[in-house]
């Protein structure tokens, strides 16, 4: 055979893996956890560490938004069960470093700044350095000023957990905010309980505070109560079959698996149930399939770009259904990317998005105001919710720094957990020992599009 | 199965297969002067659709995109110029290198210079959501727009390559280099040309594309995999071929998805590429005869 058929044949074998390695939700991580698998022969005491924190991470709560923490980690783990004899005990805490006055208070902050989850990584890059910045203005926390260590994850969970790594234990930072998704903040939770580091993540999933883990908090509200919020406004509509599109990512997944558990007890009929590739440019081939099954309302759950593209290919189509998203429509980017598609979408999310026409009782309204004109005027860009979330993460970190009685971690990790009736960007926080996000149903308002803004959806 | 069903696939699978198609053309352009794969094809899509988006605030549409394919050609000039021209005889895994680590430089500068945000241009005609009502389907105007774009970029190259004394001696360059040297053509800027006009297309594929597809600084390399796919199905350089594998493609994924789960989309469609390469090596409508003079 000539090289050039060989060589184009290579090309397509190699596609074709790696197109079937990535939609088969059955193995969703392969490529990376063949990855994880090579890192970890190479059996130095740090890369073992490495997998087996990626492994317990994954045995432990094996909910489906663990993503690709989950593939990689059961490649990992047997690799790492075989290195385990032979070496070290799990990823130890190191000794923490006593603060002394003037010392700055060091933060790691770790965001999704480039790659898929860019629009939630930048947004929240920018509150944390606002909002530090005005910390340290006013002179910081009890004499100390906070100290920002920023990394950008690149939206990969391997990368996240590595960078996590570097920060605790070259940096030796006291708390790290972050990551921004599911799938980033699954691959570092174990790490940084085993490590005693304090995680204040900027990401949605229900696995990441339960099953409870002492040291990690998160900000933004839980998935299945803005599903709860969903079906609550569908009973209300009395729409009982319903198509479920999602992306094949981290949050896609949470919420998919999420929606197919709280269905039955709300009685509502999942007809079709289709998975997208988060890059996809066309949706009008699985909306046809949704437009054959005759359903009454069709829910998307994502947080690409895609989320976009879907709302005008319904249009397009000629669809008369509601388009119910997730709270990761809450980016005004995506509803201006759907112009006139946009109109008329539902889908919950925290005040902040409608700040502007909050009743004057509200107590969230003087925060909100203030994060939306600090934020515009510094970046002249829209603020969105991802922003509020590393606003909520840090704020609640300097109240507990400033109610803890000494700045050690476990009085810090305490001092959150006692954190009530915190007015945040997100909500009314009450964190207790068993509820790390602090957030209810009520922390969702039920939005919707209305000439190009965001506007409280009244029902029909 | 209804009628307007089937239409309504059909339609979807031209959407997309347009989609690809229009992008596939740009691969054939340098392949047919160098005989090399250009990776950082994807890349010029993306610049042309970003280019474009950002001028659209200054300028009328249709000036935005004209202008948006005049810069990224001299894009694709100085790249060639800075890069390519001083290789003495670039060997085929050179060029693959050093396209692919272009591909990464612009997509970085591309995030330097905007930012991470998903944009796009407004519909040619009507808006994000009209649609034209055929058989009981509908199909959005745009796709009309990048179908009516490849018709008249493949009428045009086919006369460029067959009936200019710059087309044909562009095609000798690839045939055999040191030949069309010795023929009095100077090769070096042939390349260069074919890079202008490959930056070009992908230039124009990117503006028409982007109202369907969006543009974001990331969005090149999956619609490149796709295009070189097709490009390869459809045999390579040649571009009729690219238009209608293209096409083929997408509506076999289109249909795909109405009996399978879409996650199965690509699986299908690639399983079906690989068949036909390895019965037809040199794609659906590539010769025998050429595709054994090639090196690659």
Known sequence: MKLHSLLSAAVMVCFVAGTAMAQTTAKPAAGAAAGAADTAKKTTATTVKAAETSAKTAAAPAKPAAGAAAGAADTAKKTADTAKKAAVAPAAPLPEVPLKAGDPIKIGALFAVTGGASNLGTPEQKTAEMLVEEINARGGIKGHKLLLLIKDSGSDPQKALSLAKQLIEEDRVFAIIGPSTSGETMAMKSLCDQTKTILISCAAADAIVSPLAPYVFKTPQ??????????????KMNITKIAVTSSNTGFGKDGKAQLEKLAPESGIEIVVNEVYEKEATDLTSVLTKVKAANVQAVV????????????????????????????????????????????????PA?????????????????????YKKDYETKYKEDVSTFGGHAYDAIALLEKALGTATAIEKEKVREALEKITGFVGTAGIFNMSATDHTGLDMNAFEVLTVKGGKFAVYGGK | MSFSLIIQYLFSGITSGGIYAIVAIGFNIIYNTTGIINFAQGEFVMLGGMIAITLCHYMPLSAAVACA????????????????????????????IITIGLSILIREAALHIWDEKVRSLPCFTGNEISSIR???????????????????????????????????????C???????????????????????????????????????AQTHYDCGTPLAIKGFTVAILGGLGNSTGAVAAGLILGIIEAFSVSVLPMAFKDVIAITILLLVLFFRPTGLFGSRETGALREF
């Open chain 2, 174 to 212: 690839s045939a055999n280099r040191t030949a069309a040297a010795l023929c009095g053509i100077n090769v070096r800027n042939m390349v260069t040309f074919s890079f202008m006009i490959s930056a070009a297309i992908g230039a124009l594929a990117g503006c028409v594309v982007s109202p369907i």
């Open chain 2, 134 to 172: 055929l058989l009981g389907a509908y199909i959005s105007p745009q796709v009309l727009w990048v179908l009516a774009t490849c018709a008249a970029i493949v009428i045009c190259l086919n006369l460029f390559f067959s009936y200019t004394l710059t087309g044909r001696s562009m095609r000798a």
């Open chain 1, 222 to 235: 839980k998935t299945s109560d803005a599903i709860k919020k969903i079906f609550g406004e569908m009973k």
């Open chain 1, 350 to 370: 925290g005040r902040l998005l409608i700040a502007d026409v909050l009743p004057q009782t509200n107590p969230q309204k003087t925060l909100l105001l203030k």
């Open chain 1, 300 to 347: 998307n759950w994502s947080i690409e770009p895609a989320q976009a593209i879907l709302a005008k290919n319904m249009k397009q189509l000629g669809f008369t259904i509601p388009l119910f998203q997730s709270h990761g429509f809450g980016n005004i980017r995506y509803a201006k990317e759907a112009g006139e598609a946009a109109e008329g979408i539902i889908f």
């Open chain 2, 69 to 96: 394919v005049a810069i990224t050609a001299l894009v694709g000039a100085f790249i060639d110029f800075v890069f390519i021209r001083w290789l003495k005889s670039p060997t085929v895994l050179q060029m693959v």
